[in-house]
């Protein structure tokens, strides 16, 4: 049974905590400075809440698990055992960031877009790891492999490029479904009457290949639909420049791909 502690309650920290938790793993402490929010997570595993980032009781695990804005910030306060690794779960930092501060440190990036009102199926997240030495190493991947069943080796630089590849592949392609959502409120539409088209465009990518499965007016270089679409999007200017900036890219991109 490991012993960790968090710093962090949030969406990630969240997940994380509950999921290890479940596992079996004793949770010492969350360290947290929304008290509420802070207080009802260590509740939820019996843990002890804390406004500071002094970590008791020798924890084999310290995760920190905080905004990419703040991290920095909090790996400069933290207080603890040379004992415990110190792991972050960002994926656009790599070991830099703990500056030499710390004995024993990685990285552990669950590889998934988390709300506290969502739950995880955590064996098909892939986990990007990285470690101070090969025997934190060993210990990430022991850690990592109670919840999930790709554990996977990654460094820095490839680190942020996933990273990267997945704010295209979640966090605009949500974007896209809010602004479809915008439209259909525009047209006095239900926005449900989109999800089949959704569900069939997101199987259709994985089960095949992104580049083979494009459909629509770009791609056919139909301009007179493209032109009808650009004067319906009056309502909204800067739809309009993300609507022709989106096309461009896609018929430049499959001309290139001829």
Partial sequence: MYRISFAGAGNVSSALCLAFSGAGHKIIQIASRNITVGK????KVNAEWTGTLKFRDDPDFIIVAVSDNSLEDVLKRIDCSEKSILLHTAGSYGLEV???NF????????LQTFSKERNINFREVPFLIEASDNEVRNEIIKLAGILSGRVIDS??????MIHLAAVFA??????MLALSGKIAGEGSFPFSILHPLIRETVCKAL???PVLSQT???VRNDFNTIGKHMDLLYFSPGMRILYKEITDSIIDFYRKNE
């Fill in 216 to 218: 629509g007016p770009a």
């Fill in 155 to 160: 460094d820095t630089q490839q680190r942020r």
């Fill in 103 to 110: 004995l024993k440190t990685g990285v552990l990036y669950p």
């Fill in 207 to 209: 089960e095949t290949d």
């Fill in 98 to 100: 703990f500056s030499g």
């Fill in 40 to 43: 009802t997570l260590a509740q």
């Fill in 170 to 175: 979640c966090n605009f392609v949500n974007h």
